[in-house]
């Protein structure tokens, strides 16, 4: 069975500091994919940021950006210079070559003024 | 307009009673997904859809049944409500053609289902 597990249910930041989210995923695949959705006060589910478990490179889009580290099976996830827009949950998600999603429990971020 | 579409958006309905949550999309993706959100609990798969005649249970099929009357409509009924029914549902699609790379979920706006 796949988990996944995120251990921060609600987390504070101030405004234009950084802040890193923590998921952790078990698997005994080799190539899967992992994904971070953000969902604000609206409810609607927004894709931020996703890596392929093949490849090394830590994936980045603006002020995202993960440290992923397979070996831990650790996918986090980084948010530089955070924005009152960015006050949302936020789920982490992992998806095998099935294509079925298994999401975590969510961290709820508050960026503070 | 929305790629994929969610009805109702709310609804608030009796012990009992059976309940239709519809959902269609226009992304052209033969695979569509139901979720249900619990706080804490993060979202759950209750049913997918591969293709019109492919159908199949996810984590928690129990009280709830599918119809995907065509690709681009995927409708979850609840036959018999009951409170712990009560959750956000999400619908999402995704794209069956194999890139070789992923292929992101895209969500509907959810339902909000109360269960009395």
């Known amino acids: 069975a796949q988990t996944v597990t995120q251990s921060q249910p609600e987390m504070s930041v101030q405004e234009a500091e950084t802040v890193t989210l923590s998921c952790t995923y078990d698997?005994?695949?080799?190539?899967?994919?992992l994904f971070w959705y953000k969902q604000p006060p609206s409810r609607q589910m927004i894709l931020v940021i996703r890596?392929?478990?093949?490849?090394?490179q830590n994936a980045t889009e603006n002020r995202f950006s993960v440290n992923f580290q397979k070996a831990a099976k650790s996918f986090s996830l980084k948010i530089s210079d955070s924005q009152l827009g960015d006050t949302a949950m936020y789920f982490c998600?992992?998806?095998?070559?099935?294509?079925?999603?298994?999401f975590g429990s969510g961290t709820k971020l508050n960026v503070k003024p | 307009d929305a790629d994929v579409t969610q009805t109702p958006r709310n609804r608030i309905t009796k012990t009992g009673k059976r309940i239709m949550l519809e959902c269609s999309q226009t992304?052209?993706?033969?695979?569509m997904y139901w979720y249900r959100q619990d706080p804490g609990l993060g979202l759950r798969l209750i049913y997918y859809?591969?293709?019109?005649?492919?159908?199949n249970k996810g984590e928690i099929s129990d009280g709830y049944s599918v119809s995907r009357q065509a690709q681009a409509k995927f409708s979850l009924s609840l036959e018999s409500a009951i409170p712990n029914q009560t959750a956000l549902y999400f619908c999402?699609?995704?794209?069956?053609?194999?890139?070789?790379?992923?292929?992101?979920?895209?969500f509907g706006p959810g339902t909000r289902l109360t269960v009395l």
């Open positions: 999402a699609t995704s794209d069956r053609r194999d890139r070789g790379y992923w292929d992101e979920q895209f």
């Open positions: 698997t005994s695949e080799n190539n899967y994919y």
């Open positions: 890596q392929e478990a093949y490849k090394q």
């Open positions: 998600a992992f998806m095998k070559q099935e294509r079925k999603f298994y």
């Open positions: 992304k052209g993706h033969d695979r």
């Open positions: 859809s591969f293709d019109v005649k492919d159908i």
